[in-house]
């Protein structure tokens, strides 16, 4: 939810209530309070790699929190998905019913006036909901995807699972507190809002932007010309122009309630560096963009993008895997491709490997079996810091790179494997014979 409409802070209404539901019924996700060596006023915060989901930061991100209008990256994942499975098109026209118009006319929320009866392209209400947080336009579009918003919400919830996210639940499509949807709430409690945490926040917003980059067109739009002559500014104040702008920023999504108190989920790219930092439950609606702009200052000062391990490596004294039933006894193995890492500077050499071989690869004495073909995964490489914290990737993978072999080799025809054999029962009883003549001196 936006209580934004008219750039004002509002009094917390459903706090109480809301406080309460959380501690009982989603305490599970809950994590103690971290230290925070940043001073964020945020309850909550993240900071992911936009392109690869490494963690460089994160605190309380665990923690399940109110989300508000940061819902609306759900709704907008899966606008975009069904554009793209031709469900519906940018063209496509909606008519607003008597609910819908009469949400958009609601006092003190984000809204661009609808008027009922009227027709407006799934484009129109779309920019209405990414840029300004129009909560009317989001139902408009979540009734024409599903027939109803409560069929929507629970669309969202199940796209929720698919993506991974594991600490969230969606009662709407706006991110509003029910109460607010005038007695026409979907699904849970009257005083019910949505929930998730920094870390499936931050998924969500990875997977909207790498999944549908078209997303950042809307997303970094600052301010929304509409058809009714008037222009709506983003809440979205760290776009450039606005009041918080920060050199890079191209979205993303903004949110605010009595309960979420203040979040900002904001993407930003520099020299081809591109982060994504969520902060919840900040203390206003100014403190969440200074808390934003402190994670984006801390990312670009203290990372750098790394080469920690080359395309083709090999580790020291694993070069090789050893091979049956083959033309070669051994086959030399190798990453398939580099491992790059958002370090900490100066910190490159803090680094160790660990070569992890597939054992259903391997008969029971640990070789490979003929035929093998070049780039064959046969394991992999893992690379963790020797000091320091691992917060890993967000989509809860490590650092890691494919082994494979690095040529072919062919299986050996029964001729040679004959020979082989019969070498090798030669050389056995030679072995024997030797043994037993060592022992007569």
Same mark, same amino acid.
């Given at each position: 939810?936006?209580?934004?409409?008219?750039?004002?802070?509002?009094?917390?209404?459903?706090?109480?209530?809301?406080?309460?539901?959380?501690?009982?019924?989603?305490?599970?996700?809950?994590?103690?309070?971290?230290?925070?060596?940043?001073?964020?006023?945020?309850?909550?915060?993240?900071?992911?790699?936009?392109?690869?989901?490494?963690?460089?930061?994160?605190?309380?991100?665990?923690?399940?929190?109110?989300?508000?209008?940061?819902?609306?990256?759900?709704?907008?994942?899966?606008?975009?998905?069904?554009?793209?499975?031709?469900?519906?098109?940018?063209?496509?026209?909606?008519?607003?019913?008597?609910?819908?118009?009469?949400?958009?006319?609601?006092?003190?929320?984000?809204?661009?006036?609808?008027?009922?009866?009227?027709?407006?392209?799934?484009?129109?209400?779309?920019?209405?909901?990414?840029?300004?947080?129009?909560?009317?336009?989001?139902?408009?579009?979540?009734?024409?995807?599903?027939?109803?918003?409560?069929?929507?919400?629970?669309?969202?919830?199940?796209?929720?699972?698919?993506?991974?996210?594991?600490?969230?639940?969606?009662?709407?499509?706006?991110?509003?507190?029910?109460?607010?949807?005038?007695?026409?709430?979907?699904?849970?409690?009257?005083?019910?809002?949505?929930?998730?945490?920094?870390?499936?926040?931050?998924?969500?917003?990875?997977?909207?932007?790498?999944?549908?980059?078209?997303?950042?067109?809307?997303?970094?739009?600052?301010?929304?010309?509409?058809?009714?002559?008037?222009?709506?500014?983003?809440?979205?104040?760290?776009?450039?122009?606005?009041?918080?702008?920060?050199?890079?920023?191209?979205?993303?999504?903004?949110?605010?309630?009595?309960?979420?108190?203040?979040?900002?989920?904001?993407?930003?790219?520099?020299?081809?560096?591109?982060?994504?930092?969520?902060?919840? *439950?900040?203390?206003? +609606?100014? &403190?969440?963009?200074? /808390?934003?702009? $402190? @994670?984006?200052?801390?990312?670009?000062? =203290?990372?750098?993008?790394?080469?920690?391990?080359?395309?083709?490596?090999?580790?020291?004294?694993?070069?090789?895997?050893?091979?049956?039933?083959?033309?070669?006894?051994?086959?030399?193995?190798?990453?398939?491709?580099?491992?790059?890492?958002?370090?900490?500077?100066?910190? *490159?050499?803090?680094? +160790?490997? &660990?070569?992890?071989? /597939?054992?259903? $690869? @391997?008969?029971?004495?640990?070789?490979? =079996?003929?035929?093998?073909?070049?780039?064959?995964?046969?394991?992999?490489?893992?690379?963790?810091?020797?000091?320091?914290?691992?917060?890993?990737?967000?989509?809860?993978?490590?650092?890691?790179?494919?082994?494979?072999?690095?040529?072919?080799?062919?299986?050996?025809?029964?001729?040679?494997?004959?020979?082989?054999?019969?070498?090798?029962?030669?050389?056995?009883?030679?072995?024997?014979?030797?043994? =037993?003549?060592?022992?007569?001196?």
């Amino acid at each position: 939810m936006e209580i934004e409409k008219n750039q004002q802070d509002y009094p917390h209404f459903h706090f109480c209530f809301c406080s309460c539901y959380v501690a009982i019924c989603l305490s599970t996700g809950e994590a103690e309070a971290e230290s925070d060596n940043l001073g964020l006023k945020a309850e909550a915060a993240i900071i992911i790699d936009g392109k690869t989901g490494q963690i460089v930061y994160e605190k309380n991100a665990d923690k399940v929190l109110g989300i508000a209008s940061m819902s609306k990256m759900m709704t907008e994942y899966i606008i975009m998905e069904s554009i793209e499975n031709g469900k519906i098109t940018w063209d496509q026209k909606v008519k607003i019913n008597k609910y819908v118009h009469d949400l958009s006319k609601a006092p003190n929320l984000s809204n661009v006036g609808l008027t009922e009866g009227e027709d407006y392209t799934v484009k129109e209400l779309y920019q209405a909901m990414a840029v300004y947080s129009g909560n009317a336009a989001t139902v408009a579009l979540a009734q024409l995807v599903s027939g109803s918003e409560k069929n929507f919400v629970k669309l969202m919830n199940e796209k929720a699972k698919k993506l991974g996210l594991k600490n969230h639940k969606f009662v709407n499509a706006s991110g509003l507190n029910n109460s607010n949807l005038l007695g026409e709430y979907p699904t849970g409690k009257k005083d019910e809002e949505n929930v998730m945490t920094a870390t499936d926040t931050a998924l969500l917003a990875y997977r909207l932007i790498n999944d549908y980059p078209e997303v950042l067109k809307y997303a970094s739009i600052s301010k929304l010309k509409f058809r009714d002559g008037k222009e709506y500014p983003n809440f979205n104040w760290m776009l450039p122009g606005l009041i918080f702008e920060y050199k890079g920023v191209d979205g993303l999504k903004t949110g605010s309630t009595d309960f979420a108190g203040y979040g900002h989920t904001g993407t930003v790219i520099r020299d081809g560096q591109r982060y994504i930092t969520v902060v919840m *439950k900040s203390t206003t +609606k100014n &403190e969440r963009f200074r /808390d934003s702009t $402190k @994670l984006m200052d801390y990312a670009y000062a =203290t990372f750098e993008k790394e080469k920690i391990l080359p395309a083709n490596y090999q580790v020291k004294g694993k070069e090789t895997l050893s091979v049956v039933k083959g033309k070669e006894k051994n086959v030399n193995i190798q990453s398939k491709k580099a491992i790059e890492l958002l370090v900490e500077n100066g910190e *490159k050499e803090n680094y +160790k490997t &660990e070569l992890v071989i /597939d054992k259903n $690869k @391997l008969d029971k004495d640990g070789k490979l =079996t003929a035929p093998i073909k070049k780039g064959e995964k046969v394991g992999y490489i893992t690379v963790t810091p020797k000091n320091g914290k691992d917060y890993g990737y967000i989509n809860g993978d490590s650092a890691k790179v494919d082994v494979v072999a690095a040529e072919s080799v062919e299986k050996a025809n029964w001729f040679v494997l004959s020979m082989r054999a019969v070498g090798g029962f030669f050389g056995d009883v030679w072995s024997s014979v030797s043994s =037993t003549v060592k022992g007569w001196f």
